[in-house]
């Protein structure tokens, strides 16, 4: 069974010339099948965490560690930890103009899998996971996020995550910027993945909302640079009556 | 992003739009049209046509001290049945008549070349096969002269290539008949050290189309001047362009339409990437819409994509219209970064680097590419783009 264990991890960012402490040793076991919410206020380092597990090159490992399945993920180029079976899904989808989203998603495929899958199974895989998202097929023929609506993206990154079945699978604020709509047509997106039981999800969120849909076993509240509390889905619903105060408040978020 | 760039990353340079009683295209040039090099000055580098040009770097060909010798190039013709292929002597008649010389080394080359070739395909012959015109440089000083005339109705694909080192002032005439239609693709696929200035005039006859397609690979200057006018209504010129810069390497392609003619089309579209230190691409698009020009049909494209830093474009659009009586003109210009976010973004897909690279950059290309309609040229430059991708930056 896949897991991803985080452990004692900080990680620095470079701002005004000085080196910023961002994690100050955050600790997470993820397994195969589980699903955790990691839930926060702004500036609390959850995108950070999200981003130096990709392996962002912004971003400084200054000590713990991260494996998947007993392997050095720290070790691995940000494509190695694709290949691996990490997944994230952004907040913010890069444009890559002059590159078509097919184009795109069967160079991914190819090196995720290992071999170009079969140009038949392949095309009727796509459209039918395009049909699930509600995408419009004339989307497979546009350049990558290139004039893209949010909600656009965001499914873009889901339709991603289906067809590459990571093992672990991040998704970085995927609810912000989604009419209810579209956050149901996405949410179903990742419980279609979930359901197979195959991966381990990693939401992180600013808001409960889409915890209507995504039902995770475990919570975690993220505050300045770790987890200080765990529980289960229960612990959603104290932060949506409380908020994040009880968290901040005379803590060391800055 | 390299601090010399003088176009912002990602932003749309707006260019001009003049609206002038007297063409400042013409009168912006240093001298009058001339065959005659005498009646240019030799340039400095501050004229407006040299300003983006690094004149040391000509070898000599822009001040007259560049003298022909024996192993210029080496020119040979491939022509299907039915072509006319010539070689004749400075007098022949129909030498520039597609267009004058407009700089110094264009009249260089044209006051200093022995022997011109002229490839004419006769009225009403429609080739299947190319017509191909290797130019191979053997290291010297050439100067040289090219017509290629096609008759009422006669339709033909011109492939010239440019192989091998030499420093080369060479223009070339393209005489389209009326209802002719030509495409044309020169390859620029110099060796490193090669110097390759030109002038190409394409003169369209009525209702004829002309198609050109400017690829430039090697070099260590190329610096090309393709010009079209219009000899009657209902001519279409599209003019496209390709270039991959080196590090070190100058590219500069310098275009000019003149409508000149009513209910003429022309639509330009150059693309080029660049990488490594101090590659150097020029790109000006003048459209010129004359008074007399009613019902002209216009647009005009240039996109740089910049994959490393240390590399600079100066892209320069300008449409003048002299009458407002047009179906449409439109110009753009844009370039891009190919940066570390897209990278990352790729790569976070499971994407090795050097095969995200590839993905961008052909696909920044493909459109074009896929528009030649001659197989083996288009495989060559999707090899070509891959090896320059290659090729330590």
Known sequence: ?254 | MAEAQNIPVGSTTAGQIAVAAESTVATRMSAPPSFDVADFPVPHGREEEWRFTPLERLRGLHDGTAAATGDGVKVTVEAPAGVVVETVGRDDARLGKAGTPVDRVAAQAYSAFEKAGVVTVPKETVLTEPIRIAVHGEGGIAYGHQVIELGAFAEAVVVIDHTGDAVLAANVDYVLGDGAKLTVVSVQDWDDKAVHVGQHNALIGRDAGFKSFVVTFGGDLVRLHPRVAYAGTGGEAELFGLYFTDAGQHQEHRLLVDHNTPHCKSNVAYKGALQGDDAHAVWIGDVLIEAKAEGTDTYEMNRNLVLTDGARVDSVPNLEIETGEIVGAGHASATGRFDDEQLFYLMARGIPEHEARRLVVRGFFAELVQQIGVDDIEERLLVKIDEELEATV
């Not at chain 1, 195959?198 to 039902?215: A, S």
């Open chain 1, 1 to 254: 069974m896949a897991t991803l264990e985080i452990r004692d991890l900080h990680v620095t960012v470079e701002a005004d010339n000085a080196e910023k402490e961002i994690l100050k040793g955050v600790d997470l076991t993820v397994k195969q099948g589980e699903t955790h919410a990691i839930m926060g206020p702004n500036g609390s380092g959850k995108s950070t965490l999200a981003y130096s597990l990709a392996g962002h090159p912004k971003y400084t490992i200054t000590g713990g560690s991260v494996t998947l399945d007993g392997e050095d993920v720290l070790e691995m180029s940000v494509d190695e930890r694709a290949r691996a079976g990490l997944f994230l899904a952004m907040q913010y989808p890069v444009e890559v103009p002059g590159v078509s989203v097919s184009n795109f998603l069967r160079t991914s495929a190819t090196a995720v899998r290992g071999e170009a899958p079969k140009l038949r199974t392949w095309v009727k895989e796509v459209k039918e996971a395009m049909e699930r998202l509600n995408m419009d097929p004339s989307f497979a023929e546009r350049n990558v996020n290139e004039g893209f609506s949010g909600g656009e993206k965001k499914r873009h990154e889901i339709l991603q995550l289906e067809l590459l079945k990571p093992k672990v699978a991040i998704l970085d604020e995927t609810d912000s910027g989604l009419d209810v709509d579209a956050l149901r047509i996405v949410s179903e997106g990742v419980n279609r993945v979930r359901e197979t039981g195959e991966v381990g999800t990693l939401l992180i969120t600013h808001y409960t909302r889409i915890l209507r849909y995504i039902k995770p076993d475990y919570v975690h509240v993220f505050s300045a640079g770790r987890i200080v509390e765990s529980g289960g889905a229960e612990l959603a619903d104290k932060l949506e009556n409380e908020g994040y105060e009880a968290y901040t408040k005379g803590g060391a978020s800055e």
